[in-house]
């Protein structure tokens, strides 16, 4: 099956193993206890708010019970020039840390997890951000 329009090899060029131990190192730190920092509308709104510039509007940040932070956006303006997936990325790599995941799981729909594991600072612990990013 074709991997993209023009996709005529049908098969890649290797695995993806060689980054196996960062995503495994991020899996561990997801996994334990108190990783998810708390307040991130004080960690994390304000940049968000910043990152949305004229072009988005913030319009609905809730806390979840299993600690994902959900942000709901809409677009300012009309459409032209925007890719909602791009502009997505972009907003959520103004909270960006020392690892970043970030996945679209439907229309409009971005989940992020991003951080710092154990060692990546020497000013701060290992810690983490939950974020569903809506774009509506």
Known sequence: M??????????????????APQVSALLE??????WVTEAPEVHLLPHLRRACGSEWLLTRERLLD?????????????REGVD????????L?????????????GPGVFEC???L?????????????????IVT
């Open 93 to 105: 790599s103004a909270i960006a840390e020392a690892v970043f995941f970030v996945r679209q799981t």
């Open 117 to 133: 594991l154990d060692g990546d600072s020497q000013g701060f612990g290992g810690h983490g951000h939950m974020v569903r990013l």
């Open 2 to 19: 074709r991997r993209w329009d023009s996709d005529e090899r049908f098969t890649g060029i290797a695995d993806a193993s060689a980054m």
């Open 66 to 78: 299993d600690g994902v932070y959900e942000v709901t956006v809409t677009l300012a303006g009309d």
């Open 113 to 115: 997890v991003t951080g």
């Open 29 to 34: 730190a997801m996994a334990r206890d108190g």
């Open 84 to 91: 909602v997936h791009r502009d997505a990325i972009r907003l």
